[in-house]
């Protein structure tokens, strides 16, 4: 990692406090990030958010974001927050002193991570768990899990300054088939795919948000790069075309 | 220091923002840290200080000190944090992620430590690190290095916790000869040896102070345990005695 550290975008979902998304920019500039956005701000928040010393530039140019899918952006690899209470999590759980290692093994070829962390109260839901390559704990100890927002930004960001994981440079922006693909087009090929799986009847409507979820798991899990998202959006679209779930050639993929 | 972990007192110097007590509190609880001091902690900001998420307990049973000799307590390791922008240190610094190792090399024997922070504004000043064994400076990058005092709290804490450099379990509390001395006893033998280095004319009014931080450092390194602290007592005691700095016998009992 320590020549090829990652370009990372740290995430807010939904904070409540102001000074939360301050505190976050200053230790994200303490540890040379620069990269924050901000999903759904409630209004009042994101206006009463005031430049954290030394982190005016990272607060003024914070993305505010309508979805987490928005926010994530062009990173290809996404780490999610999670205190670990949540009973449905079916990935592994990895302490946060062991994320260098596993971004060591796993994110070769990828220049732009995303790390997400929950709304004070509530953390990340499952669904947006759902979208993470992998799942991190801060140690914090049984008796007091939950952290602060604004320090476990900063704790994050320690470790992965401290391991070399941060890259010093933005990354170059040409996009190369061979590249991983990023979560956007990974959530198109899995849109039409679960309108296939719908149409076959594959989902059954009691346990299809729970299967859905495992599916996008699955489907973050392969490492797709960008060409073969492309093919496998081209197999998906001529299944939707013989199931006449959509009309060929129209490029309308999306709703149709 | 895995299964040698040291119990760890916070200490806080004249924080200004009660916000930052009750975060820091609330950090060391979230990585099992229990003990906290601050030093001449302003009403307003004591009387301010809530209770933090999960951190009740340490919020309620901190220690509010005169002095940080006071706060600093019984241990007999004591280490300062700093931005290490101050230009007379003399000590090395040690990035944090280093301190472990060194607590590794340097903190046999000893069972309770000490871990400073200085106030929001001016942090430690020269005369407070002249009371640490180690200088540590969270490896903030050089365009922002200076913290929240509450997110610098959490990423020590966590340091500390991942490299298993926390006691689970209070110290005995029997003292042994053998055991390293505490930093008051130290402190006293200090104050002896400075008034027999006034009486001699070692130290020059100009450069008293300079001097006499300099030989502060250099009695922390000697490593000293509470028999050496009782013979060097006693050479100082005589030597004052001869000097006529004092009547033997007289207030003198501690040291002979």
Redesign the interface.
Known sequence: MKRSGLNWRIVLVRPRNPLNIG?AA??M????FRDLAVVKPYDPVWQETRS????EEIVRSAHAADDLLEAIGDATLVVGTTSGSRRTLDRELIS??ELPEWLGARARGHRRAALLFGSEKTGLSNNHLSYCHALVR????P??????L??AV??CC??L??AGAVAARAPASRVRVSDPANLRSLEHVFERAARVLDAVGYLKPKSRAATLVKLRRLLLDLGLTNNDVRILGGVLAQIEWKLQLQKPGVRSQKAE
Not at 29 to 32: P, R, T
Not at 52 to 55: D, N, S, W
Not at 143 to 148: I, L, V
Request: net charge positive.
């Open positions: 505190a200053r230790a500039a303490n540890f040379g954290a010393v030394g982190a946060l002193q801060i140690p914090t100890v008796g007091c899990p939950s952290m602060n604004g320090q900063a704790v320690y470790e300054a401290r």
